[in-house]
């Protein structure tokens, strides 16, 4: 039996620990997807560390994102920089985010 990486983010999104993300520009403009998003000055790892620019965490699954889409979070809107693969690769994506004013 394998066990599916996306049964995770799922019971995270269930518990509140995932945001809602709007797609505003580009291939999936009007979508939308729940992501980990971290902002400036969020202490992460257990005190251990503190995040320096916006950015978002979501499933490959989810949604089409490339560099320079637009998205809003929480009424604030942001342009991506070019998406990356993280951990083993094939599920997750990072990408930092840039305020749009």
């Known amino acids: 039996m394998t066990w599916d ?6 019971a995270m999104a269930d518990e509140g620990f995932l945001t809602k993300v709007v797609v505003e520009s580009g291939i999936s403009a009007g979508e939308f997807f729940m992501a980990d998003y971290r902002k400036p000055a969020q ?3 257990d005190g251990t560390a503190q995040q320096t620019e916006h950015s978002i965490r979501y499933q490959f699954a989810d949604v089409v994102l490339h560099r320079n889409d637009e998205v809003s979070i929480a009424g604030n809107r942001f342009k991506l ?3 990356k ?3 083993d690769g094939t599920t997750y994506c990072v990408a930092a985010l840039e305020p749009v004013k």
């Open 81 to 83: 920089s070019q998406p």
């Open 85 to 87: 693969p993280t951990g």
């Open 43 to 45: 202490v992460i790892f």
């Open 5 to 10: 990486k996306s049964e995770f983010f799922e």
